[in-house]
């Protein structure tokens, strides 16, 4: 039996052992996994931590509605009531039985048509306005008093200017979201444009950069999470002033049939129709805080 072999002039060369084979390499034992329910417990608690408190306070107030609306001499239905008379249109909100008889699922769908419509207009032309307001000096001592006496005017003021100028509720009603949604546009898109840090237009000097680039590469990034403050208001506002314009100018939204239960009396529809505008309204404002999350990559008012 020989010594240990060294292949090699130096000390960091392959060992090797008396029976000339490598050693082996034992592999440690593996650390016990954790069971699936304890990959499970932070889920559970982070969905308890964010619903349970919610839910008990619908239940409260549920209980607290039942209990205050059960009398004789009570004017509104208490919750089972509620149930008992509008069980079709929480269940089946996108049943269909005739041009007006149809699930709020589907009346819905068609407010939202029209809210996207409106309310992509107003962000377009929101944003350029803001930019050029918070640009120019000028501009903004020349428009910044009109828009702050414009914005006070209130939704439903603007229908009948609107219906003489359209001649029709579809435009109107858009038009209508369109002048509601556009001034807390404008006003944030200006107060960011305002506050863009002044380096950065100096580096936009030094780069050269046109009005075009200077827009979208210097102007949008950093006024975004402003930007994105002024379209959750103006979305807010959009589904407000829907609600109001249809319940005025008829067809088969929402607001209409809001309208339409009022008139036949109908309380516990009009109250299931306004949870339903409320969890819309909701849905709308949390997609956009999370466009503008991503978009601002987290920067955007929560």
């Not at 559970?44 to 607290?64: C, E, Q, Y």
């Not at 069980?87 to 005739?98: M, Q, R, T």
């Amino acid at each position: 039996m020989g010594q240990p072999v060294l292949k090699g002039a130096t000390a960091s060369a392959t060992v090797v052992t008396l029976s000339g084979k490598p050693p082996e390499v034992v592999p440690l034992p593996a650390g016990p996994s954790k069971p699936f329910a304890a990959k499970l417990a932070p889920l559970a608690k982070s969905v308890l931590v964010n619903l349970l408190p919610p839910l008990v306070t619908v239940a409260l107030i549920l209980l607290f509605w039942q209990l205050a609306a059960s009398g004789p001499q009570s004017s509104l239905p208490p919750p089972t009531k509620i149930w008992g008379e509008a069980k079709d249109l929480i269940v089946e909100p996108f049943y269909w039985a005739g041009s007006q008889d149809i699930g709020l699922g589907w009346r819905i769908l068609v407010s939202l048509q029209r809210v996207a419509i409106g309310f992509s207009l107003a962000a377009v032309v929101g944003v350029l306005l803001g930019a050029l307001v918070g640009q120019s000096v000028w501009m903004m001592r020349g428009l910044d008093p009109v828009f702050q006496v414009l914005r006070t005017v209130p939704p439903l003021a603007w229908l009948p200017l609107s219906l003489a100028a359209f001649r029709d509720s579809q435009p109107s009603a858009i038009f209508v979201i369109f002048i509601t949604a556009i001034w807390p546009v404008i006003i944030n898109t200006a107060v960011g444009i305002r506050n863009i840090p002044q380096d950065y237009r100096n580096v936009a000097e030094v780069l050269r950069l046109n009005q075009i680039e200077f827009f979208y590469k210097i102007m949008v990034p950093s006024a975004a999470p402003y930007i994105f403050t002024g379209l959750r208001i103006g979305v807010g506002l959009s589904w407000l002033a829907i609600v109001a314009a249809e319940m005025l100018t008829g067809g088969v939204g929402i607001g209409f049939f809001i309208w339409d239960a009022w008139n036949s009396s109908r309380l516990s529809d009009i109250i299931v129709a306004l949870v339903y505008i409320g969890v819309v309204g909701f849905l709308l404002d949390r997609l956009v805080a999370l466009v503008g999350h991503v978009v601002t990559r987290g920067t955007a008012t929560n």
